[in-house]
C-alpha cells in the first residue's frame, strides 16, 4: 500500500510557541489529506481537509487561525499548531486517501505543551 | 452531515471466542466502510472493509457484514488471540476524496 510520513513524531513545546507537522505521501500524490486530532481514549476527530493548491477547510470548532494548514505540493501538507497551550496537547494524525476512500495514515505527532 | 454509531465501547472476550463490533451510520450516500485496528500510540491499521455492492466479506478470522437497507455493520473476530487486544474503529465514507467519519471506537481485550 501506499506510504504516509509524518515528522515529528514527537514533539515538547512551552506554552505560547508554534509547532510545525508535516505529513508527506512518500509514493503517491494527494491533492487531499485530512487532519486528525485524538486525544486519550477518544477516537480520531477530524479537524481539516487539506487541498493542494487552495485554502483548508476546517470542522465546525476548529479554529483555522490557530491551525495553521498549508498544502503547497502533491506530496506535502503541513499543520502549524500556533501559540500552543496544555489543552492543545494531543496525538495528530494526517492521512492521504485514495480516490476509492482507502485511507493511508501517517504515523501520528504525539504534542506535549507545557 | 453523517452520524456514526458504535457499540459496544469495551469487550472482553476469552482467547479462542468470537468477539463482535457494530456500527450504525445515517448517511444513505455512503458506499465505503472500512474497519482499523488501533494499538496504544500508533496509526490506525485498515484491517478489512466492505463496499455497498457487498453484504459480505471476509478475511481468514475477521469478517465484515453490511445491511444498507438498516444502515448498519459488523466486524467479527473469530477464534480470537490476545493480539487482537486493540481498539477497533469503524469508519463510513461516500466516496471521491470525501472525508471519513469514524465510530468512537471499541477496546477489545482478549483474555488469555
Known amino acids: 500500500g501506499a506510504v504516509v510520513s509524518q515528522h515529528p513524531s514527537r514533539v515538547i513545546c512551552k506554552s505560547g510557541t508554534s509547532v510545525k507537522i508535516e505529513c508527506r505521501s512518500l509514493?503517491?500524490?494527494?491533492?487531499?489529506m485530512f487532519w486528525y486530532r485524538q486525544f486519550p481514549k477518544q477516537s480520531l476527530m477530524l479537524m481539516a481537509t487539506s487541498n493542494e493548491g487552495s485554502k483548508a477547510t476546517y470542522e465546525q470548532g476548529v479554529e483555522k487561525d490557530k491551525f495553521l494548514i498549508n498544502h503547497a505540493s502533491l506530496t506535502l501538507s503541513t499543520l502549524t499548531v500556533t501559540s500552543a497551550h496544555p489543552e492543545d496537547s494531543s496525538f495528530y494524525i494526517c492521512?492521504?486517501?485514495?480516490?476509492?476512500?482507502?485511507?493511508?495514515f501517517g504515523p501520528g505527532t504525539r504534542l506535549t505543551v507545557l | 452531515g453523517e452520524n456514526v454509531e458504535q457499540h459496544p465501547s469495551t469487550l472482553s472476550v476469552q482467547e479462542g471466542d468470537s468477539a463482535v463490533i457494530k456500527c450504525t451510520y445515517s448517511?444513505?450516500?455512503?458506499?465505503?466502510f472500512p474497519w482499523y485496528k488501533q494499538e496504544l500510540g500508533k496509526r490506525p491499521q485498515l484491517i478489512i472493509d466492505?463496499?455497498?455492492?457487498?453484504g459480505e466479506k471476509k478475511d481468514q478470522r475477521i469478517a465484515v457484514t453490511l445491511n444498507k437497507t438498516a444502515k448498519h455493520f459488523s466486524l467479527h473476530i473469530t477464534e480470537t488471540q490476545p493480539e487482537d487486544s486493540a481498539v477497533y474503529f469503524c469508519a463510513t465514507h461516500s466516496g471521491g476524496y470525501q472525508k471519513v467519519t469514524f465510530g468512537i471506537g471499541t477496546k477489545l481485550q482478549v483474555i488469555p
Open positions: 466492505i463496499r455497498s455492492n457487498v
Open positions: 492521512s492521504a486517501p485514495t480516490e476509492g476512500g482507502e485511507q493511508f
Open positions: 509514493d503517491f500524490q494527494a491533492t487531499t
Open positions: 448517511d444513505s450516500a455512503s458506499n465505503y
